[in-house]
């Protein structure tokens, strides 16, 4: 499979923004999603990540009740909607397609795709 990720953006402090990963090549409903991001000078972090079938969800702390992922498995996409978006938000977005479970580390996903850059003015 190969992922896209789209929809980042130069955006301000409050404002909403919806990352969107396509797949190709394979059905993504046969992977656990995730979006990663690495922030300058930092080092690449878990954001979110879904199961295969959307139930179930985990989140970074510092994003809980602001994002939320999502998928539509007829449409082989996945999504994070982002809102009350904060100048520590800004980063290059990734998202991550892993055959096994939910999971926080990098390394457990086998797929990438190119990085999307949000960045969050004050």
């Known amino acids: 499979v190969q992922l896209q990720a789209s929809g980042g953006g130069l955006v301000q402090a409050g404002d909403s923004l919806r990352l969107s990963c396509a797949a190709r090549?394979?059905?993504?409903?046969?992977?656990?999603m995730g979006w990663f991001r690495q922030g300058p000078g930092k080092e690449r972090e878990f954001v979110a990540a879904?199961?295969?079938?959307?139930?179930?969800?985990d989140y970074l702390d510092s994003v809980k009740g602001r994002f939320t992922i999502s998928r539509d498995n007829a449409k082989n996409t996945v999504s994070l909607r982002m809102n009350s978006l904060k100048p520590e938000d800004t980063a290059v977005y990734y998202c991550?397609?892993?055959?096994?479970?939910?999971?926080?580390?990098?390394?457990?996903?086998?797929?990438w795709g190119q990085g999307t850059q949000v960045t969050v003015s004050s």
């Open positions: 991550a397609a892993d055959r096994t479970q939910i999971s926080r580390r990098s390394d457990v996903y086998d797929v």
């Open positions: 879904i199961s295969w079938n959307g139930g179930s969800t």
């Open positions: 090549g394979r059905a993504l409903s046969s992977y656990v």
